[in-house]
């Protein structure tokens, strides 16, 4: 069915910023990055990207579909482990370049693949507190939401070096 979606070419800034028509603009790459929060409580799960299919997919299923840039594969989220992000709203910024999806995470909540509720799960100090820890990362999330051995097994990392 996703076939049949279209997305409407660019003609004008008028159209692209004040219009109805879903114009999404793909990076060189073919890629739209896409910001994912928990629809209610509002909390940054997830950065990613899509491609054209995956977009089209995503409205399709109404489930987070997204392209793997580290595998090149399209990713519904949640076909491993379960996790899926039910889609309740999905938002295109003004010149349509990124998209911000609101989902609900089935399957206990969890959205990183490294067991954490939100992929952000470390802060960086900045300012003044740079000079008393340097740059040490300080964990925000202390409990894996799951074993990430458990849920995918033997199955490759997608963090690349």
Same mark, same amino acid.
């Given at each position: 069915? /996703?076939?049949?979606?279209?997305?409407?070419?660019?003609?004008?800034?008028?159209?692209?910023?004040?219009?109805?028509?879903?114009?999404?603009?793909?990076? %060189?790459?073919?890629?739209?990055?896409?910001?994912?929060?928990?629809?209610? #409580?509002?909390?940054?799960?997830?950065?990613?990207?899509?491609?054209?299919?995956?977009?089209?997919?995503?409205?399709?299923?109404?489930?987070?579909?997204?392209? /793997?840039? #580290?595998? %090149?594969?399209?990713?519904?989220?949640?076909?491993? #482990?379960?996790?899926?992000?039910? +889609?309740?709203?999905?938002?295109? $910024?003004? $010149?349509?370049?990124?998209?911000?999806?609101?989902?609900? +995470?089935?399957?206990?909540?969890? /959205?990183?693949?490294?067991?954490?509720? #939100?992929?952000?799960?470390?802060? +960086?100090?900045?300012?003044?507190?740079?000079?008393?820890?340097?740059?040490?990362?300080?964990?925000?999330?202390?409990?894996? +939401?799951?074993?990430?051995?458990?849920?995918?097994?033997?199955?490759?990392?997608?963090?690349?070096?």
């Amino acid at each position: 069915m /996703s076939e049949g979606i279209q997305f409407a070419a660019r003609t004008t800034v008028e159209q692209v910023e004040e219009g109805n028509e879903l114009a999404p603009k793909f990076d %060189q790459d073919g890629l739209i990055p896409v910001v994912t929060t928990d629809y209610t #409580s509002g909390e940054l799960l997830m950065h990613a990207y899509m491609n054209e299919e995956a977009l089209k997919k995503t409205i399709e299923l109404g489930e987070a579909v997204y392209w /793997s840039r #580290s595998r %090149q594969v399209l990713w519904h989220k949640g076909a491993t #482990s379960g996790l899926v992000q039910k +889609v309740k709203a999905l938002l295109i $910024d003004d $010149d349509q370049d990124t998209i911000w999806l609101r989902v609900d +995470v089935m399957g206990g909540g969890a /959205s990183c693949h490294v067991g954490y509720r #939100s992929c952000f799960y470390r802060r +960086v100090p900045v300012g003044e507190e740079t000079k008393e820890k340097g740059l040490a990362l300080e964990f925000t999330e202390t409990e894996k +939401v799951f074993d990430p051995k458990d849920v995918y097994g033997d199955a490759p990392n997608p963090t690349k070096l």
